[in-house]
């Protein structure tokens, strides 16, 4: 049985983008076609809860070869998504961490519901712990108000 939502989508203003790509290229080091986020519309490092987006266009680049005829948004980018929005929620929260969050790996991950282009896939983020070292939060995919995904990322922090 799919879990509740990590939060209220409805308490989030998703109009507003408050970190956009290039706020982003601020704290993340990824580029270009792996950078896998559009913006975060909502963050809030006290409680260590942010809401994020991504626009599934069918012009990308697994579009042609991933299930050619009927292209499906790769899990694993799913995954990297979501570990780009925890990493960002972390920097951003450290401003004077000068390194970055590094993918340390993937706990009680189910994919739930097919991700096409074209639409717009929300990411949910809360932070569990949060250590010197490491960081794990629970994440989500909403696609069509409908559960994509769940799952718990760890982070590991690398100084600079």
Known sequence: MPSAFLLDLARC?????????????????QRHEFMQLDGVVHLDHSIGEAVAFREVRDDEWWCRGHVPG????????????????????ECYSQPGFNGFVG???VDDCKFRQTVRPPTCLWFLCRRKDA??????????????????????????LIPS
Do not use: K, N, W
Request: net charge positive.
């Open 131 to 156: 250590r010197t070292r490491r960081i794990v939060c629970s994440v989500q995919g909403v696609v069509d108000g409908a559960l994509a995904f769940e799952a718990t990322v760890t982070g590991l």
């Open 13 to 29: 203003d998703r109009s507003t983008v408050l970190f956009d790509r290039h706020a982003l290229y601020s704290r993340l080091p």
């Open 103 to 105: 993918f340390g790996g």
């Open 70 to 89: 009927m292209p499906l948004l790769p899990g694993v980018l799913m995954l990297e998504a979501a570990a780009q929005l925890a990493a960002f929620m």
